[in-house]
């Protein structure tokens, strides 16, 4: 069973539709990242969450500490915002503390 | 800054030879790793740094070499390339004062391709 798992594995929505991206993991973990990659292949920083909610324009991500869950939600999707989005998890404990494990990914395709 | 700068963007190889990809970051941070990304599968982590003269090894270490001789270089050398290893390569960069819940800095990449 992989340590941090996405859904869904790939998505199509039409412009404007409101998205939902999960991550789930099951190990000790300090922080939740998400990451976008785009067809060129460079990866960014999106969030970062060790609680609560954050939001930066159309993106808000969520996590729930207690039961090893978080969302990416994207409102009011644009063409420009198909790429692929990434969980991924910072360890906290023993020699693997700071660590990163990811999810496989969500590729995201928004048609206008 | 620059950020977290990788060479080359490209390469081929043939088995048995070897190379070293680059990485830098200008931005003092302590933490830096060495990731590959294949298709259907999660980056995975090879050998990381957690300062200069200190580094260990990740998930999929086998093939692979790092040092850590300045806080803004930490090349990746692969001794005997394997058709194994062709990937898309990722060097990143945190600070780690202050807790490991640091943003991550990613560099460009680097396709390898081994033939």
């Known amino acids: 069973k992989n340590e941090v798992e996405q859904s869904p594995q790939n998505l199509t929505a039409q412009e404007g539709e409101f998205i939902t991206i999960n991550c789930s993991y099951s190990?000790?973990?300090?922080?939740l990242h998400w990451l976008q990659q785009h067809p060129g292949g460079g990866i960014v920083s999106l969030f970062m969450?060790?609680?609560g909610k954050k939001k930066h324009g159309r993106l808000i991500a969520t996590i729930n500490i207690q039961e090893k869950h978080s969302s990416l939600h994207i409102t009011a999707s644009h063409p420009r915002d198909s790429a692929v989005y990434i969980c991924?998890?910072?360890?906290?404990?023993?020699?693997?503390?700071?660590?990163?494990?990811f999810g496989k990914g969500t590729k995201l395709s928004v048609k206008p | 800054n620059a950020g977290v700068t990788q060479t080359p963007k490209f390469q081929v190889l043939k088995t048995g030879q070897s190379m070293t990809l680059q990485c830098a970051q200008d931005?003092?941070?302590?933490?830096m790793s060495w990731y590959r990304q294949d298709p259907g599968m999660g980056l995975r982590l090879i050998h990381y740094?957690?300062?200069?003269?200190?580094?260990d090894q990740g998930e999929v270490p086998n093939g692979y070499n790092v040092s850590r001789s300045t806080t803004e270089d930490f090349p990746l050398r692969l001794l005997s390339a394997a058709p194994s290893q062709t990937s898309v390569y990722f060097c990143?960069?945190?600070?780690?004062?202050?807790?490991?819940?640091?943003?991550?800095?990613f560099g460009p990449g680097t396709r390898l391709t081994v033939l």
């Open positions: 190990v000790g973990i300090s922080a």
């Open positions: 931005m003092n941070h302590e933490y």
């Open positions: 991924a998890v910072c360890l906290n404990y023993g020699g693997s503390q700071g660590n990163l494990i």
């Open positions: 740094s957690v300062g200069a003269g200190i580094t």
């Open positions: 990143a960069s945190r600070r780690t004062s202050g807790g490991a819940s640091n943003e991550q800095f």
């Open positions: 969450l060790s609680s």
